[in-house]
């Protein structure tokens, strides 16, 4: 009974996103952040701190509003229709206690991971602290992800792979300071992410139709 209880309150946690929105909303604001960084770039040198808010905060704010509309509009018109409205339940207590571990698991391996490379990868310019932070986060992100959410999908398994492969080929192929190898990476990250929410509601739409209303 105990294993049929965090079954039944796995499923809810993951109708989150049996849509696929909530990954597509994550990727619209990777987008966004990157967009921002091309368009700050383009100030002029001497340009103050307000000129970089402006830009900042003009390009995700419209970001934001846009992608929680598109969220709300997806499930009201396409999801709940199919699969109702569930309302999540808080879970607290063992729950937060395992997640911090695992937060902390995860920093440990990366600062162990990029410890080992730097001492020992020091060949090429490519290899520093923070690319390889970024190379270690995102798929390990996006791993946890699929792992919590989307087991039941195996296939985002070869996303996870692709991104990792592609993070490796932009930090060798892209020169430059951290700023300049960031909004690649963001713009890459955030198309997998957005593809991976697209893929996830075609599949969805597909497989899953409207309720037929009982006859009176």
């Not at 970089?52 to 929680?68: D, L, N, Q, R």
């Not at 690319?131 to 992800?145: C, D, N, S, V």
Request: net charge positive; with cysteine.
């Amino acid at each position: 009974m105990k294993d049929q209880v965090r079954a039944y309150q796995d499923r809810l946690k993951r109708y989150d996103n049996i849509d696929g929105t909530g990954e597509m909303f994550l990727g619209l604001m990777l987008l966004g952040f990157t967009l921002a960084g091309y368009l700050e770039a383009c100030l002029p040198d001497n340009a103050s701190r307000w000129w970089h808010g402006i830009v900042i905060y003009g390009v995700m704010i419209p970001v934001f509003v846009i992608g929680f509309l598109a969220r709300r509009l997806i499930k009201k018109h396409l999801t709940w229709p199919r699969t109702g409205y569930a309302a999540y339940p808080r879970t607290g207590g063992k729950s937060w206690w395992m997640g911090m571990v695992a937060v902390f698991v995860v920093a440990l391996v990366l600062a162990l991971g990029s410890a080992y490379l730097l001492r020992h990868a020091r060949w090429h310019p490519a290899i520093n602290l923070p690319r390889i932070g970024l190379l270690f986060a995102w798929p390990a992100m996006y791993a946890l992800w699929v792992y919590c959410m989307d087991k039941h999908r195996p296939w985002k398994w070869l996303l996870v792979i692709f991104m990792a492969l592609g993070l490796v080929a932009l930090a060798f192929l892209v020169p430059g300071n951290f700023e300049a190898f960031f909004q690649p990476v963001s713009l890459f990250v955030g198309l997998i992410w957005l593809t991976s929410g697209g893929a996830t509601l075609y599949s969805y739409l597909r497989h899953t139709h409207p309720a037929i209303p009982e006859a009176q």
